[in-house]
């Protein structure tokens, strides 16, 4: 198999005591490649040295995470845009609008996702999209850019079959992550009714660990619980699975 995670933040402090354990976990599970999102400026140069570290397995997106947008966001997008000037990243994330856990910044998170699409579309690059609470919010900002090239990830996707259906029209591949193992998360239909060519895979790490490992550490290992549980639903092979959710990722990424 040659498993791609598509979303995971290795980068950050909770794997600072067995990091290259947890690489090598992933290796050994046949996580083939690894993608970094950013957070914000605080996060861009661990990130960039876990990159440094292997090329050959991580590859680094940038962007400012919708919760990160408060007073000084105008600063933290001058710095996303100075350093797609004079570095290789591999897309624009993950961006978005989070209403979640904060509204006091909903209009400063949308003017971001805004500018940071216009980022994409300039360096010719993937969006990788946060949606948490606010996919009707995103949808009115991605009909902005209805003339445009976009494309893409959903990241996390928990939203409707009609809305997945829309993403996908629009150019977007679903993020499907620990979620869909999560009993009664109805996301196992929404997968159904989509197909795995819209897909792939991601963990969101060391978030939503998927069942058996929820409410642990999620890693990029835990991936082929993801792939499995794919398998199950499609009523396929993992070699199958694995096949069709990577070609995804490598043309989401133009590899």
Sequence with gaps: MDLIDTHTHLYLPDFDNDREAVIKRA??????????????????????????????????????????????????????????AKERFWGIGEVGIDLYWDRTYKIEQTIAFRYQIGLALDHKLPVIIHS????????????????????GIFHSFTGTVTEAIKAINMGFKIGINGIVTFKNSGLDEVVRKIGLENIVLETDAPYLAPTPKRGKRNESSFLIYIAQKLSELFSTDMETVSRITSDNARDVFGM
């Design 132 to 151: 948490r609470d606010s996919i009707n919010e995103i949808f009115s900002v991605l009909d902005e850019f209805s003339t445009n090239n976009i494309s």
């Design 27 to 84: 290796t050994e599970n046949n996580i083939r490649k690894i993608f970094l999102p950013n957070i914000d400026s605080s996060s861009i140069v661990p990130l960039l040295e876990l990159v440094n570290w292997n090329p050959n397995i991580f590859f680094p997106l940038i962007g400012l995470h919708p919760t990160s947008v408060k007073e000084n966001y105008e600063e933290e997008l001058k710095l996303v845009e100075s350093r797609l």
